[in-house]
């Protein structure tokens, strides 16, 4: 059987039929097309090698075609940007809060705009055009560092001028200069400094101490040579092994994830003037581990120095430091020192112990108790003529401190502290109490109103303190003073002398503008017959990075 099959185009309807029959082949054409554009679209993948707080470390064959702020996909999510390269690795930091560990496998997917097929770029070249002048260009992005700048400084110029009735006027000028300046020009270097200058006037004549001294107390360079690893050069102390203070010489901290290992060389800064000293070499190392998460900062660290005089051992220890931040809410800090080095050899000594605490139980109430107790280090080269009496007087200088502070009312704070001084044979112990309550805002008068009072008590001494002291804005945001009364009573055991001294003080605070403030005070004491005139000026600027616009 023959079937024909036959189709019958109406005159009038062509042109409208051939024009929907062009429109269905060319979007055909044009999805296909597309479809295989993403199917060949180029995949790298990479290898997650290393994990920090801040930073994934992730290595390929070649980054050649990886661009900086491009993403990388983990089990075909964005979960990294491209923030740093070289030749086979890159540095990402983590969006889209993924959870990315060690050792897993992610993907570059070129952007479709990226695979343009080369046949179709010479299609488009003009002909008349040499093939030499034409240039492909590449796309134009801007590489952002992963160090941002950040800095602050302060420096100040300061005068202390006391005249008395009965003794001799004295005047000194202070100077101090503080700079931290964090990844310069959004580099890799950093610069800390904190220097001090002050000069004595009006000393006896038979004064034989330094009437110009200047003090650098930090001055460091220090260089990030990658995000986990660091090396400084100068005078620093460190904060996460804070005990041994000040080194003139080099740092090095590397991370490996959360845990962190460091090494110390170099020389204390000299006993008696605080400046640079070649025979008191030191060095030693310590481990720690480092955690922060939503809810928790934790930091502790474990070391051991040693530290010599001309050579010799001088002392040698080991020492212990955690700080942790919990909710917010709880704060706690502990060290210690322990000395393994003694005249007969492997001695030990428990040197130092602190530990604090503290808890807010809300905005409105927080409490704070620490315990300290320390012995008189002993330096067997320094001190070697009065190793015997020191050994024999090692003396435990211990203390506590409680301190409440509460705020009942919108306006009103108050707290009370109480502290004790002792040493482990019971001599030269003192209690302290201390109270206060603030008005933050005085109805009707405006300003702030601050109540003190002090009551302390020693083996020869007992003192009774209380202070006023009302603050104010004179011209909102330029001019700010307070006023305040204080009156002491001094009661010595030994003796049977008993004082009442008085205080009379006012400061005016003048803000220049955003970063230059002068302040100016000035307090007469009366006591008996004397009377004492004290004045203080001080200028200060500060700097800090401008925020970019």
Known sequence: MKVTLALRVIPMEKDKFMKHYIICILTLF??????????????????????????????????????????????????LLVSEKSSTSVVCTIINDCEVTKGQTVQYVAA???????????????????????????PYSV??????????GRISAASYNNFSNLRENRHRFQSRFSL????????????????????????PENYKGRTSIFNVYNLNGTYDVTPSLWVSLGRKINRKASTFGANDGLMVEKHFGNFYVGAVGGFRPDFFDYGFNSDLLQYGGYVGIESKTASIYSSTTLGAMEQTNAGATDRRYVFFQHSSTIASDLNLFGSAEMDIFGNTGNETRLTNLYLSARYRFSRAANFSLSYDSRKRIVYYETFETEIER??????????????????????????????????SDDQNKSDNIYGYATLTKIPA??????????????????????????SRDLLKNYVYADIYFRMADYDYITQDNQYTQNYYGVTLNYRISRSWQFNISGEMSQLDEENNFRFYTQLTKRFYTKKKK
Not at 185 to 198: C, H, M, N, Q, V
Request: with cysteine; charged share 25%; hydrophobic share 35%.
């Open 30 to 79: 044009l999805g296909a097309s597309d479809i295989l554009a993403q199917d060949d679209r180029e995949r790298l993948t990479g290898t997650v090698t290393f994990v920090t707080s801040n930073n994934v470390y992730v290595r390929f064959d070649t980054t050649e075609d990886i661009q900086i702020g491009a993403t990388l996909q983990l089990n075909k999510v964005d979960c």
């Open 112 to 138: 479709a705009s990226e695979t343009i097929p080369k046949e179709i770029i010479e299609d488009n070249v003009d002909k008349s055009i040499p093939a030499e002048v034409i240039q492909p260009k590449e």
């Open 143 to 152: 590489k952002e560092s992963i160090y941002k700048e950040k800095v602050n």
């Open 180 to 203: 931290n300046a964090d990844h310069l020009s959004d580099g890799k270097f950093s610069l800390e400094t904190y220097i001090a200058y002050r000069n004595n006037y009006s000393v």
């Open 390 to 423: 020191l050994l024999d007087e090692d003396l435990a200088r211990q203390g506590i401190r409680a301190r409440l502070n509460v705020r009942p009312t919108k306006i009103i704070w108050a707290g009370v502290s109480y502290s004790s001084r002792f040493q």
């Open 445 to 470: 008068l405006g300003g702030r109103l601050n109540v003190s009072y002090n009551a302390n008590t020693s083996r020869y001494l007992k003192s009774n303190i209380i202070s006023v002291r009302h």
